[in-house]
């Protein structure tokens, strides 16, 4: 089990370890802001040092635990609340419409003549999408702690949803290849900025730092999907 | 989780927020000294999964305060300190701790046990 870190003389909280990992899972599951989980932590870590116990031994299983110490601050369920998903659903139906844009942008620039064309296929496959978006934000935990049913769940989703813009190409509308980019230009710079500026990092309390949580190439691994799904979209559209 | 020093659980919940009190009045501490005081008081080995949430909640409730101070070459320390709601808090419940225990001492190892005994006995028409 790896333990904190002293780097230089100056302890850095970690998550490399199964325990912490499943006790930052829960209290983010349960909406706990990321200074109090840092706070959390680091009192783990204290206390551990201290008494040489391991975290199970001290403070027993991290799933009981978090949701004792997220107290008053928890959710009553697990499932995301609607107001707060209305808004997540918003963020990702602009970034799914922003993409399909996009991808047709660049097929009419390429193959159209200047002329964009979202299939009713496409179309179809983007709302099926933003279903399956929802239903995963809705329960995320549900992916969390079963993970390989949730995975399971989720891959046959995705089969599932590209076939409509595979099979179905009749043409829902058309438009000037230029206002397909500029309109999902638009639609991922409004997605990108809106992320980027609502982060709730975890800090820890005695250094401002946020923890270490993996190998630096473990933090562009999340990045992997995403981008091949793109380069995937790219090529299908110049194809 | 409450320890493993053989006192029944539900004893020491009752009583561990007081417990805890009862430590800081002497000074500010951080958790794991606390758990140190309380098992040389002889409440035994209390875990920290009992006692975190416990200050966190007397933290909630005003009673205590916390800050992290940084360690030589250790991983810092949040040191806990009672307030003065804290304080009073020990005196009154305290006190009323004293007359409730008094009572129960009472009732189940001293006379008012030996009178209900034997008006027991005399109930069976001895």
Same mark, same amino acid.
């Given at each position: ?160 949803? !590209? =076939?409509? $813009? %595979?099979? /179905?190409? *009749?043409? #829902?509308? +058309?438009?000037?290849?230029? &206002?397909?980019?500029?309109? @999902?230009? !638009? =639609?991922? $710079? %409004?997605? /990108?900025? *809106?992320? #980027?500026? +609502?982060?709730?990092?975890? &800090?820890?309390?005695?250094? @401002? ?31 | ?126």
């Amino acid at each position: 089990m790896s333990t904190p870190r002293s780097q230089a003389g100056r302890w850095q909280l970690s998550l490399i370890d199964p325990w912490r990992e499943a006790f930052v899972i829960e209290l983010r599951l349960r909406a706990v802001a990321g200074r109090h989980i840092g706070d959390l932590l680091a009192e783990v870590d204290a206390h551990c040092a201290e008494s040489g116990e391991d975290p199970l031994t001290a403070f027993g299983e991290p799933r009981e635990y978090a949701a004792v110490m997220a107290g008053a601050q928890s959710r009553p369920s697990l499932a995301t609340p609607w107001p707060e998903l209305v808004g997540q659903v918003a963020r990702g139906g602009a970034s799914i419409a922003g993409g399909a844009l996009l991808l047709a942008g660049l097929a009419g620039l390429v193959h159209g003549g200047g002329r964009a064309s979202v299939s009713n296929g496409l179309l179809c496959s983007a709302v099926v999408s933003l279903a399956v978006f929802t239903a995963l934000l809705r329960r995320l935990d549900l992916l969390v702690t079963r993970p390989v049913r949730g995975a399971v769940a989720l891959a046959t989703a995705m089969a599932i949803l !590209v =076939l409509p $813009a %595979a099979l /179905w190409h *009749g043409t #829902a509308l +058309t438009m000037p290849a230029w &206002v397909a980019l500029l309109v @999902g230009a !638009v =639609l991922g $710079a %409004a997605v /990108w900025l *809106g992320a #980027a500026r +609502t982060p709730d990092r975890i &800090v820890d309390p005695r250094t @401002g730092q946020e923890p270490e949580v993996g190998p630096r190439w473990s933090l562009w691994a999340v990045w992997a999907l995403p981008l091949a799904m793109l380069l995937a979209g790219v090529a299908a559209a110049l194809w | 989780m409450n320890g493993d020093s053989g006192w029944p659980g539900d004893w020491l919940r009752g009583v561990l927020d007081l417990c805890v009190l009862a430590v800081l009045s002497r000074g500010p501490a951080h958790g794991y000294a606390i758990t140190q005081a309380l098992e040389a008081a002889g409440l035994g080995r209390i875990k920290g999964g009992t006692v975190y949430p416990l200050l966190a909640r007397l933290e909630a409730d005003g009673m205590v305060t916390s800050r992290w101070h940084a360690g030589d070459g250790g991983p810092g320390r949040k040191v806990i300190a009672i307030t003065d709601h804290g304080r009073d808090h020990l005196t009154e419940r305290g006190l009323a701790f004293r007359r409730f225990s008094q009572t129960a001492i009472e009732l189940v190892t001293g006379d008012v046990a030996t009178a209900a005994f034997a008006g027991t006995d005399r109930g069976d028409g001895i």
